[in-house]
């Protein structure tokens, strides 16, 4: 007579185990976008509350110095927790297993700007501290040489990256 253990072993349940995994810390760091984005917009939200009410049921001619620094704390520090959210959210979203995203949606952006500036005639490199922009009919050479390092620089982030 076989025996048969009802428990799985082996590759099975690593398997398994390594695609909840994945699943989990996929939804932590969203959650943690979201979770950032709430608590931010909740310690904004406690910072101009006194100002608030204050200003509400205040004396008219008062002079709210105490909420009033506690709003001009609250509200950039809130704004910054928002926006590093909202960075949190969007590098999540752009971030698959695969690759990052993000790179190639900008390996495509400067394909188009690369055609549009062979097309145009006018191409912006950048040139000692700042930059210059670079026309076909003044210096072709250096036209197409920053054409071609821009679609260089296209095609290496749309494929290697």
């Known amino acids: ?39 931010s917009a909740a310690l904004g939200f406690a910072g101009v509350l006194p100002l608030l009410i204050y200003i509400g049921f205040g004396p008219a001619d008062g002079n709210p110095i105490g909420p009033e620094l506690l709003a001009a704390a609250a509200v950039p520090i809130a704004g910054m927790g928002l926006a590093a959210g909202l960075i949190m959210m969007l590098v999540q979203l752009f971030r698959p297993r695969g690759g990052i995203v993000v790179l190639k949606i900008l390996g495509v952006l400067i394909g188009l700007y690369t055609l549009y500036a062979a097309i145009h005639g006018e191409v912006y490199a950048k040139s000692g501290v700042w930059g210059r922009t670079i026309s076909r009919v003044d210096s072709p050479e250096f036209f197409w040489v920053v054409i071609t390092i821009y679609a260089g620089l296209s095609v290496a982030l749309t494929t290697v990256f």
């Open 1 to 39: 007579m076989i025996r048969v253990s009802r428990f799985s072993t082996g590759s099975q349940h690593s398997q398994g185990a390594k695609i909840r995994n994945r699943i989990e810390e996929s939804q932590v760091s969203r959650r943690s976008g979201v979770r950032t984005i709430a608590w």
